[in-house]
Each structure stands twice: as structure tokens, then as C-alpha cells.
């Protein structure tokens, strides 16, 4: 009976090893309870080591709705996390304002808030999340918000953390040996367009460049017309027809970009582009055109023409494609790729905040160039 017993311990002890090893040597697996190697989350942000990471369920607060989603885009509770495949997954959302106390972090949508909350805890860290520009959204940054934030979620890339308009993947099955005939495409620039007047001043720029090339223009600012419910259908119209896309941002804000870029990667025709962003950065390789690498609006109308004429030139505009680089503009993705970041920072103890003590200067002084265009039309017209 006693040698039956001690088999019996000599074998809890050697299994019981056996799973401490385990532990040990797969605690970047464990340690969150959800680490899947499959996982399609593309952060470029290194994680917390094992070691430096708390233990328990963080509580992330969403004071107000994010563009009136009340869940952030992103989903309540913990299962988001999991969903997304956050490296770090334990946290948990809520929308509930009396868990405020407890909550480890505040997210706070500034174009839209009302009744800044209090700070009862200094060790709190609260949010500022923004993916538009401020020159659009003139009520945003109130005095109460000086000294107020302690991280920021936002397309900057000077931010905490980085929100991408597109989500970028890479699946070799998406790969394309794309061959176009530009001489198929009977027209030549498209562009689709709603706002007709500007802070970028995008208008003048296409106002000049079709003196020397043809424009059509789809929209509220243009003759022609294409229904937004169907929008499948129009942007496969457009690659068949045109061989450029004019991709203007409205603002031209430092690392600001939107779908006015990614919608026509995604098909086989060639952005035009004009923004703040620094598209070798947020493009694929030698994908776009970029209008302020020509002297004038006429030095882009004969390029224009050039690559119409020329197939190899043209197509040099698709090599990208055969990597498979693909991209996601999925609204809840690159919400997802925030949060992740986010729950990682608040597991994170060595993770050291930034001090916004005037997070207006920050945010809004030189961010945003109002005067680009005419620098660049007195430029040309002081050339012609």
C-alpha cells in the first residue's frame, strides 16, 4: 500500500515538472492566454517582455461613442481582445460611467465629448483618440483638456499609439502579375469628390490641371455621377475606363491619410496624390504619383501622357502587387490594432508616459499646412 502511494507521488511529482517546464518555457504563450502565432495582428510595435507584465483583467472605459458607436467600433468586454488576436488579451471594455474609479483607462473621442470626466485617481491613464485632422473639427481640444491627457491614439505618428487608416497584410495569394494595357482605358483621370471647397485647396490644383489633360469628375463637385449604395460597382467602372485616380486629401495635415489613398490601391489604377502624409511610408513602393514632384500641374498632364503611351512604365505602378501586400480598411481593424497596442501598455509596468502638459500646442500648432497650395501655385507661376 505505502509503495503504491509513493508510486503514485513520484508520478504527480514528474508530470508536475513537466508542466512547470512547460510554463516556463512557452510563458509568452501563457501568460496572456491568448498568443495564436496564426494571428493576422500586424503591429510593428515591440510587446512587454513576460517578466515586466502585470497579472488580472485591465479596465478600459469608453466615455463617449467613437463616431456614434457606442462600443468604439470594437466590441464590449473581453472577448474583442481574443477576437482580434491582441498579443496581450486581458482587458475588458465597458461603456458603464460607474465603473469610472476602478477603470484603468479612459478613452476619450475629443471631437465629440461633452462633460469631461473628473480624474479621481493620478494613476489613471487617460486617452485622447482622434483619426481626423483638427482643421476638421474646429470644437474639439477644450481648455479643460490642458494638462489632461496622459496617452494619445491617434494617425500621428509622433502619437503613443498609431492609428493606420488601412490595417496592411500580406498573403502571397493575393499576389497579381498584373499586365494592363493603358491604351484600353479609354479616359484618363478620374476623381470622385463630395467637398467642394477645401482647406488643402485641392480644387485649384485640379482647376489647373485640366487645361492640359482631361478631368471627369464624380460627385457633388462634378457633372457625373455614380451611386454611392453601389460602390463595388463604380470603383471597378473607374479602374476599366480611366488610367488615374486623383487621390487629394482635404487637409493637409502631418501623417494624415485616408481612403482617398487605399480605395484605388486596392484596384488597377494609378493614385494621384496630394497630402501630408509621407507617402513612401504609407504606400507601397512606387504606387503613387505625388503632384509635388512636378514643377506644375502642366509637367504632370505631359507625365500623364507619357505613361499612357508607355505599357512598361505604366505597369511599373502594379509591381507591388506580386508581393501580395494587401490592405484592410475593415473601420474595426484599425480600431483593433489600437486597443491591442493599448491593453499591452497598461500590462506594460516600465512602459513610461509622456508629459502633455499642453496637449493643444501638441496636436494642433504646425500639424497643419494651409498654405501648401498657394506656395505651390506661386511656385508654377512664378516658373511659367
Not at 96 to 116: C, F, G, S, Y
Not at 228 to 233: D, G, I, P, S
Given at each position: 500500500?505505502?509503495?503504491?502511494?509513493?508510486?503514485?507521488?513520484?508520478?504527480?511529482?514528474?508530470?508536475?515538472?513537466?508542466?512547470?517546464?512547460?510554463?516556463?518555457?512557452?510563458?509568452?504563450?501563457?501568460?496572456?492566454?491568448?498568443?495564436?502565432?496564426?494571428?493576422?495582428?500586424?503591429?510593428?510595435?515591440?510587446?512587454?517582455?513576460?517578466?515586466?507584465?502585470?497579472?488580472?483583467?485591465?479596465?478600459?472605459?469608453?466615455?463617449?461613442?467613437?463616431?456614434?458607436?457606442?462600443?468604439?467600433?470594437?466590441?464590449?468586454?473581453?472577448?474583442?481582445?481574443?477576437?482580434?488576436?491582441?498579443?496581450?488579451?486581458?482587458?475588458?471594455?465597458?461603456?458603464?460611467?460607474?465603473?469610472?474609479?476602478?477603470?484603468?483607462?479612459?478613452?476619450?473621442?475629443?471631437?465629440?465629448?461633452?462633460?469631461?470626466?473628473?480624474?479621481?485617481?493620478?494613476?489613471?491613464?487617460?486617452?485622447?483618440?482622434?483619426?481626423?485632422?483638427?482643421?476638421?473639427?474646429?470644437?474639439?481640444?477644450?481648455?479643460?483638456?490642458?494638462?489632461?491627457?496622459?496617452?494619445?491614439?491617434t494617425?500621428?505618428?509622433?502619437?503613443?499609439?498609431?492609428?493606420?487608416?488601412?490595417?496592411?497584410?500580406?498573403?502571397?495569394?493575393?499576389a497579381?502579375?498584373?499586365?494592363?494595357?493603358?491604351?484600353?482605358?479609354?479616359?484618363?483621370?478620374?476623381?470622385?469628390?463630395?467637398?467642394?471647397?477645401?482647406?488643402?485647396?485641392?480644387?485649384?490644383?485640379?482647376?489647373e490641371?485640366?487645361?492640359?489633360?482631361?478631368?471627369?469628375?464624380?460627385?457633388?463637385?462634378?457633372?457625373?455621377?455614380c451611386?454611392?449604395?453601389?460602390?463595388?460597382?463604380c470603383?471597378?467602372?473607374?479602374?476599366?475606363?480611366?488610367?488615374?485616380?486623383?487621390?487629394?486629401?482635404?487637409?493637409?495635415?502631418a501623417?494624415?491619410?485616408?481612403?482617398?489613398?487605399?480605395?484605388?490601391?486596392?484596384?488597377?489604377?494609378?493614385?494621384?496624390?496630394?497630402?501630408?502624409?509621407?507617402y513612401?511610408?504609407?504606400?507601397?513602393?512606387?504606387?503613387?504619383i505625388?503632384?509635388?514632384?512636378?514643377?506644375?500641374?502642366?509637367?504632370?498632364?505631359?507625365y500623364?501622357?507619357?505613361?499612357?503611351?508607355?505599357?512598361?512604365?505604366?505597369?511599373?505602378?502594379?509591381?507591388?502587387?506580386?508581393?501580395?501586400?494587401?490592405?484592410?480598411?475593415?473601420?474595426?481593424?484599425?480600431i483593433?490594432?489600437?486597443?491591442?497596442?493599448?491593453?499591452?501598455?497598461?500590462?506594460?509596468?516600465?512602459?513610461?508616459?509622456?508629459?502633455?502638459?499642453?496637449?493643444?500646442?501638441?496636436?494642433?500648432?504646425?500639424?497643419?499646412?494651409?498654405?501648401?497650395?498657394?506656395?505651390?501655385?506661386?511656385?508654377w507661376?512664378?516658373?511659367?
Open positions: 500500500m505505502l509503495s503504491a502511494a509513493k508510486n503514485i507521488w513520484i508520478a504527480v511529482l514528474v508530470y508536475g515538472s513537466i508542466v512547470v517546464g512547460f510554463l516556463v518555457n512557452n510563458w509568452n504563450v501563457i501568460i496572456d492566454g491568448n498568443r495564436d502565432t496564426t494571428s493576422n495582428h500586424s503591429l510593428s510595435t515591440e510587446y512587454a517582455n513576460p517578466e515586466d507584465v502585470t497579472l488580472g483583467n485591465k479596465v478600459i472605459l469608453f466615455w463617449n461613442a467613437f463616431f456614434y458607436d457606442e462600443d468604439f467600433r470594437f466590441g464590449f468586454g473581453r472577448e474583442p481582445f481574443v477576437k482580434y488576436g491582441c498579443p496581450v488579451s486581458r482587458c475588458e471594455t465597458t461603456s458603464d460611467k460607474r465603473v469610472m474609479r476602478e477603470a484603468d483607462a479612459i478613452l476619450i473621442h475629443t471631437p465629440l465629448v461633452e462633460n469631461m470626466p473628473s480624474r479621481p485617481r493620478v494613476h489613471q491613464t487617460y486617452v485622447m483618440v482622434q483619426v481626423e485632422p483638427h482643421m476638421s473639427n474646429s470644437d474639439i481640444l477644450l481648455p479643460a483638456m490642458t494638462g489632461y491627457f496622459n496617452l494619445t491614439m494617425y500621428r505618428q509622433d502619437s503613443d499609439i498609431v492609428i493606420h487608416y488601412a490595417h496592411r497584410k500580406r498573403n502571397i495569394a493575393f497579381e502579375l498584373v499586365d494592363v494595357d493603358p491604351g484600353d482605358r479609354p479616359k484618363s483621370v478620374v476623381w470622385v469628390v463630395s467637398h467642394c471647397e477645401t482647406p488643402s485647396r485641392r480644387e485649384l490644383y485640379a482647376e490641371l485640366k487645361r492640359f489633360i482631361d478631368v471627369d469628375v464624380y460627385g457633388d463637385c462634378g457633372s457625373l455621377r451611386p454611392k449604395k453601389n460602390n463595388t460597382y470603383r471597378a467602372m473607374y479602374e476599366r475606363t480611366y488610367r488615374f485616380y486623383l487621390s487629394f486629401e482635404n487637409d493637409i495635415c501623417d494624415y491619410v485616408s481612403e482617398k489613398l487605399y480605395h484605388p490601391l486596392r484596384y488597377k489604377i494609378v493614385p494621384i496624390v496630394y497630402g501630408g502624409a509621407d513612401d511610408n504609407v504606400a507601397p513602393p512606387h504606387s503613387v505625388n503632384i509635388v514632384d512636378f514643377p506644375n500641374p502642366k509637367d504632370l498632364a505631359d500623364l501622357r507619357y505613361l499612357a503611351r508607355n505599357r512598361t512604365a505604366y505597369n511599373e505602378y502594379f509591381k507591388w502587387k506580386r508581393t501580395g501586400t494587401w490592405f484592410d480598411l475593415n473601420p474595426r481593424q484599425r483593433a490594432d489600437g486597443m491591442c497596442r493599448l491593453c499591452d501598455i497598461l500590462h506594460d509596468k516600465n512602459y513610461e508616459y509622456r508629459d502633455y502638459t499642453n496637449i493643444r500646442n501638441w496636436w494642433v500648432d504646425g500639424s497643419c499646412n494651409q498654405t501648401a497650395m498657394d506656395n505651390m501655385i506661386s511656385n507661376k512664378h516658373r511659367s
